[in-house]
C-alpha cells in the first residue's frame, strides 16, 4: 500500500520499520522536529527519522501539520493510508479524509481504557492487570475512532515503563501489519468504542515522580515501576534529591513510625515507612551520581535509622 507513516518514538520506529519491511511502499514520514538535548542543546532527531533516513524515505517535520500547505503536501502526495503511531499531533479532518483506506492509528491500550498521551505507564500506576495495543480508524476526537483489532498482554509484578513499552512496541509493530492486510483484503472490520468505558491517560511530568509516603507502599511501588526510565519516583534524604529507581512492599514493622521514616537500614537496603506496610528501596540515583544498587548508595552516604525522607 502506499503508505505515508506518521510518529516520534522508539515505539513507532518499529512499526514503521516492519511496514517497511512487509514490501509496502512508505512514500513519506512525518515526525516531530528535532529538540536540542543536553548541556550542549545540540539538536536530536526522533527515532522515527532516524529509521525514516536509513530506508531513504522523505521525512517532513512540519510544526503544525493543520497548516493549509501541510495538508495540500499530503493531497499532492496521495497516499492509499495514513498510519499513525505516538505521532505527537493531532490529525485534523482535512487530513484524516485524503486516504483510501483512511488514517489508522497504533494505540498501546486496550481501548477504550487509556486514551491519551501516556497509556503504557498508566496502566502500570494504575495496578491494571493486563494491557495491549490497539489498532483504529482515526476520528477527531482524542483516540475515539473505531477499533479494528487488538492484542493483549498480561502486566507483570516486575514490569516498568520501560519493559512494557518494550513488548508493545514489538507488538505494535506485529499488530499493524496484519490491520493493513485486512484492510487491502477488504476484511477489516469496524467495532466503535464504548465512550462510559474509557479514562484519559495524561502526559507524563516530573512532579508526578514525587512520594507521598502517606500513600499504601503498594501504590507507590507501582508508580516506581510506571516512571521508569521517565520521569522517575523521587524523595529526598538527608536533603539531597533521590531518584527510586526499584523497590518492595514489606511489613512495616515499626507502627508508630511516620510515613516517611526510615524504620530499617541493612548492608543492602533500607526501608521507609509508608501510609501501609513499607518500601524496601533496592535500587536509587543519587542527586548528581548514577544509579546504584542501595548498597553501593549505602557505602557511601551515612544513613541512620530514624531519618525523615521527603523533608
Known amino acids: 500500500m502506499k503508505t505515508i507513516f506518521m510518529g516520534t518514538p522508539d515505539f513507532a520506529a518499529r512499526a514503521l520499520e516492519a511496514?517497511?519491511?512487509?514490501?509496502?511502499?512508505?512514500?513519506?514520514?512525518?515526525?516531530?522536529p528535532d529538540k536540542p538535548k543536553g548541556r550542549s542543546k545540540k539538536l536530536i532527531p526522533s527515532e522515527v527519522k532516524v529509521m525514516a533516513e536509513k530506508y531513504d524515505i522523505p521525512v517532513y517535520q512540519p510544526v503544525k501539520l493543520r497548516e493549509a500547505e501541510n495538508v495540500e503536501k499530503i493531497k499532492e502526495i496521495d497516499p492509499e493510508i495514513i498510519v499513525v503511531a505516538a505521532y505527537g499531533q493531532i490529525l485534523p479532518l482535512s487530513i484524516l479524509e485524503i486516504p483510501e483506506f483512511g488514517c489508522v492509528n497504533i494505540h498501546a491500550s486496550l481501548l477504550p481504557k487509556y486514551r491519551g498521551a501516556a497509556p503504557i505507564e498508566r496502566c502500570i500506576i494504575d495496578g491494571e492487570e493486563k494491557t495491549g495495543v490497539t489498532t483504529m480508524y482515526m476520528a477527531e476526537g482524542l483516540d475515539t475512532g473505531d477499533m479494528i483489532e487488538s492484542v493483549e498482554t498480561p502486566i507483570t509484578a516486575e514490569d516498568t515503563g520501560l519493559s512494557l513499552t518494550e513488548r508493545l512496541s514489538d507488538m505494535g509493530a506485529k499488530l499493524i501489519i496484519s490491520t493493513m492486510e485486512k484492510l487491502e483484503a477488504g476484511t477489516a472490520t469496524r467495532t466503535p468504542q464504548d465512550d462510559s468505558k474509557s479514562n484519559y491517560a495524561k502526559m507524563?511530568?516530573?512532579?508526578?515522580?514525587?512520594?507521598?509516603f502517606t500513600k499504601p507502599?503498594?501504590?507507590?511501588?507501582?508508580l516506581i515501576r510506571g516512571l521508569i526510565p521517565w520521569p522517575c519516583a523521587y524523595t529526598s534524604i538527608e536533603g539531597k534529591s533521590a531518584k527510586i529507581i526499584k523497590a518492595c512492599v514489606v511489613e512495616n514493622?515499626?507502627?508508630?513510625?511516620?510515613?516517611?521514616?526510615?524504620?530499617?537500614?541493612?548492608?543492602?537496603?533500607?526501608?521507609?515507612?509508608?501510609?501501609?506496610?513499607a518500601l524496601k528501596i533496592l535500587r536509587i540515583t543519587p542527586e548528581g551520581k548514577k544509579e546504584m544498587d542501595t548498597a553501593a548508595f549505602l557505602n557511601g552516604n551515612h544513613i541512620e535509622k530514624g531519618i525523615i525522607c521527603g523533608e
Open 217 to 222: 507502599a503498594a501504590e507507590l511501588e507501582r
Open 19 to 32: 511496514i517497511i519491511k512487509k514490501g509496502h511502499e512508505v512514500v513519506a514520514v512525518y515526525t516531530q
Open 204 to 212: 507524563l511530568d516530573k512532579a508526578m515522580g514525587k512520594l507521598d
Open 253 to 277: 514493622k515499626e507502627e508508630d513510625a511516620k510515613p516517611g521514616q526510615i524504620i530499617e537500614v541493612a548492608k543492602k537496603y533500607f526501608v521507609i515507612a509508608c501510609g501501609k506496610d
